[in-house]
């Protein structure tokens, strides 16, 4: 994250030095103006990096605590304040040319339009990437909203078939009916505390999806088998709660049948800058509409769009009778 940031930086930097640079350099009208008249250098330089700091005034302060919030008066007031006082220390700078003293306010009238032309396309600016990440924010809140619903929420189909599971291991006297009332208090507790955390410990995810799986298991028979992997060292890794689960309960969804033969294949890889999973499952009742499935879908690759944007990848492959995802997690 810090890196990420640094390079945010460094691309904010070079922006700012070639929008003051590039007309001094490029445009030779205007070099050779700038060479004859300094107090010309110094409206330019002056003006410039007024702008600078109006788009920031704007982006951080202005545009999200006063116009957002419908405090339009406030707006208007710092603007002009912010306006009024670079024009003050622009014309402060002029009056160190006691020479000319006499010929400065009548020469440089031109002051108050020079800046406010650039102030408007600075606020444009602003306020466009500003409106942007609004509506991103709006988007991520109202899907972490929806996520937070689904994840307070046990499939009841899974909770119906494990406890019946779990039943029927008890009236054989199972030695195993403990361990599994273990594993299913895990996965309730997991999904109604740790998950409202925006990232938690990958072991921590990984031991849910274990205990889901182990689950799982209750209710099949030799028909299906199931071969879960987890490579890599997960100490230390973190990731969005509840990510990956989608993807294996439609494993067991669409690849269980007591009749023919089925495999559900899940490869976790934990590397240094990526986590990647690798699942397969053979498809049964292949005349069933997907449409549920496809929603779980959409919702993850919206998730994953919201908060890892463009650092990671996902192929899914929807064949007759496989279903297979690639998906790749890099760190951020």
């Known amino acids: 994250m810090l890196k990420f940031k640094s390079y945010i930086f460094l691309f904010h930097i070079f922006v700012w030095t070639f929008f003051l640079l590039f007309p001094i350099v490029a445009i030779q009208k205007k070099v050779s103006l700038l060479q004859i008249d300094q107090n010309q250098l110094i409206v330019y330089l002056c003006s410039g990096l007024a ?74 600016v602003a306020f466009s990437f500003r409106f942007y990440k609004q509506m991103k924010q709006i988007e991520l809140e109202k899907i972490t909203s929806e996520l937070a619903n689904l994840k307070a929420q ?66 099949l028979t030799e028909t299906t088998s199931v071969n879960f992997t987890v490579k890599g060292l997960i100490d230390s890794q973190q990731i969005t709660p509840l990510l990956l689960i989608n993807f294996i309960e439609n494993a067991f969804k669409y ?6 033969h089925t495999e559900i294949l899940i490869h976790l890889v934990v590397e240094k800058n990526a986590i990647s999973m690798h699942i397969k499952n053979d498809k049964v009742n292949l005349n069933e509409i997907f449409s549920s499935h496809e929603t779980g879908l959409k919702n993850v690759k919206r998730q994953l769009d919201l908060i890892y944007e463009n650092h990671y990848k996902l192929k899914i492959d929807n064949t007759e009778k496989t279903f297979e995802v690639n998906l790749t997690l890099n760190k951020i």
């Not at 040319?97 to 444009?124: C, E, G, M, T």
């Not at 403990?178 to 990958?202: C, F, G, H, N, Q």
């Not at 690849?255 to 023919?260: A, L």
Request: glycine share 2%; net charge positive.
């Open 51 to 124: 702008t600078i700091g109006y788009y920031y005034f704007n982006y951080y302060l202005a545009i999200p605590k006063f116009l957002f919030k419908h405090k339009y008066l406030y707006f208007i007031i710092f603007s002009i304040i912010f306006v009024a006082v670079c024009i003050v220390l622009t014309r402060f700078l002029f009056f160190l040319d006691f020479n000319n003293i006499q010929n400065l306010s009548k020469k440089h009238l031109y002051l108050l339009p020079n800046f406010i032309w650039r102030f408007i396309v600075a606020f444009i």
């Open 154 to 219: 046990i499939n009841p189909h899974f909770l119906f078939n494990t406890l019946n599971g779990i039943y029927g291991l008890a009236l054989t006297k199972s030695d195993k009916t403990a361990d599994y009332l273990s594993k299913l208090s895990s996965i309730m507790r997991y999904s109604l505390t740790e998950t409202s955390a925006e990232k938690v410990p990958l072991e921590n995810e990984i031991n849910y999806l274990k205990n889901y799986i182990e689950l799982q298991k209750i209710r």
């Open 255 to 260: 690849g269980v049948s007591n009749e023919v």
